[in-house]
């Protein structure tokens, strides 16, 4: 009984572990696997072809240009630059990327959005943003305003947003747990989506006249 009640513990424990496992990017089985796209000599791994690891070089593993400004003067005045493996080669399978948000003076907006592979850190580097996310059922919003210096970290899969509320730019960089994070920008994905929702179902699920749903897809 008592070599049954170990086993039982045991299977749980490895049952929780696989669980885990499987919700973020694999771990590597090498030192690195930078990414092809020449599958003549490569090995498929992780999504991507590895190069010849003779073939590598220190560019695989850098990226220049962070530190300027990202063009904000669009409809919700912000710039994601982000840093994933198809920008960095060297990140394929290291489980990581960065990405660099920069923000319009007041009223510049990150949209709410979900990162369905990653957990997202920020730090701001300068002004003032307003920032949250929304819990699964029931629904909690979290909120926090950050200033220059301040961190911030949204849980994977969790809708989230980012605004600057001072009068100035305001710049942020993100860390995500994963190579290639994903990205769902809510708005864009429920009136954007291509073919379109069928607007009874939209007109259903936010309880909008069906005219106010036509016209919002028309903007996305």
Not at 68 to 82: E, F, K, M, R, Y
């Amino acid at each position: 009984m008592k070599g049954g009640a170990h086993f039982l513990v045991g299977f749980v424990l490895l049952a929780l572990a696989s669980s885990f496992a499987s919700a973020y990017d694999p771990s590597p089985l090498q030192d690195f696997c930078v990414a092809t796209k020449d599958a003549k000599d490569g090995v498929f791994v992780n999504g991507k072809f590895c190069k010849d690891p003779m073939l590598v070089t220190a560019n695989d593993f850098s990226f220049s240009g962070l530190n300027i400004a990202g063009n904000t003067s669009n409809q919700v005045g912000s710039n994601v630059t982000l840093l994933n493996v198809d920008k960095i080669p060297g990140l394929n399978t290291l489980g990581i990327s960065l990405a660099r948000i920069d923000f319009a003076p007041y009223g510049g907006l990150n949209p709410p959005h979900t990162h369905p592979r990653a957990t997202e850190i920020l730090i701001v580097l300068e002004g003032t943003l307003y920032v949250g996310f929304v819990t699964s059922n029931p629904n909690r919003l979290i909120t926090k305003v950050l200033n220059a210096g301040d961190v911030f970290v949204f849980p994977i899969g969790l809708i989230h947003f980012q605004f600057n509320i001072g009068k100035t730019n305001a710049v942020a960089i993100a860390a995500l747990s994963s190579q290639n994070p994903g990205v769902i920008t809510i708005a864009n994905a429920v009136f954007g989506s291509n073919p379109p929702i069928n607007p009874d179902v939209l007109t259903k699920a936010f309880q909008l006249d069906k005219n106010v749903v036509n016209y919002l897809q028309k903007q996305f």
